[in-house]
């Protein structure tokens, strides 16, 4: 069946600028995470939706940073007053249900450049 | 911070086996030992997860030690394909949720 799919797969924004990713988990997965991965990292963990709650945003660097999932499936991050620190590929994988053995698949990522 | 340590980069011969390292020496009774790879340029793809046992599919085999503080990810015959970042991530339960918490990975490149 279809993977995660993520749009736009880039973005380029100015400093300043408000930007939307768009996140399409796979048919019947209920969780849902995003991550953000800079150059020569890892992913790191930002926000995860069980359903359409944001059951853990820990990881969400500050208050410009918000995503939604208003009808558990499809998901937007949204950044605003984007910087040219928020420059990273950001990752959106989902699980099953989130529970200990499910595991995470991951979409292609949107890379995102703030001039 | 990352649980898992992992060497930076490893060659290896096409057709051999590739035997890549890992070590999370603080993992908790509970955890799971999951493997990634990361291609350039596209998201992680899952290749094998296991908590004590060794687990073998289709992809990969995963040996984990007795202590559980260290694991090595086996690709039987590596080809030039299987040239891409190699993550060991211990998931852990933090509020609530499953985290997979990444290292920096061991860039594997195959060598023709």
């Known amino acids: 069946g279809a993977g995660v799919s993520q749009t736009p797969s880039n973005k380029v924004t100015e400093k300043g600028k408000y930007v939307e990713l768009r996140c399409d988990p796979i048919?019947?997965?209920?969780?849902l995470y995003w991550y953000r991965q800079s150059l020569g990292q890892g992913p790191e963990f930002l926000i995860y939706?069980?359903?359409?709650?944001?059951?853990?945003d820990s990881g969400l660097p500050n208050d410009r940073f918000f995503a939604v999932r208003p009808e558990g499936s499809v998901s937007t991050l949204k950044i605003q007053r984007t910087e040219r620190g928020d420059s990273a590929v950001y990752l959106c994988?989902?699980?099953?249900?989130?529970?200990?053995?499910?595991?995470?698949?991951f979409g292609p990522g949107t890379r995102l450049t703030v001039l | 911070d990352a649980k898992t340590t992992q060497p930076p980069s490893m060659d290896c011969a096409e057709g051999r086996a590739a035997n890549l390292p890992c070590n999370h020496s603080?993992?908790?009774?509970?955890?799971?030992v999951y493997w990634y790879r990361q291609i350039h340029s596209q998201g992680p793809q899952y290749i094998i997860h296991?908590?004590?046992n060794n687990e073998t599919n289709e992809m990969a085999s995963l040996i984990i030690t007795e202590d559980r503080k260290s694991s090595t990810l086996i690709l039987p015959h590596a080809t030039l394909r299987d040239t891409a970042v190699y993550y060991c991530?211990?998931?852990?339960?933090?509020?609530?949720?499953?985290?997979?918490?990444f290292g920096t990975g061991t860039r594997l490149k195959v060598l023709a």
């Open positions: 603080t993992i908790s009774g509970n955890e799971y």
């Open positions: 048919s019947g997965h209920t969780a």
């Open positions: 296991g908590l004590k």
């Open positions: 994988a989902s699980s099953a249900q989130g529970h200990s053995t499910d595991t995470q698949y």
């Open positions: 991530i211990v998931r852990v339960r933090s509020s609530g949720t499953y985290k997979y918490i």
């Open positions: 939706f069980q359903g359409t709650g944001a059951a853990d």
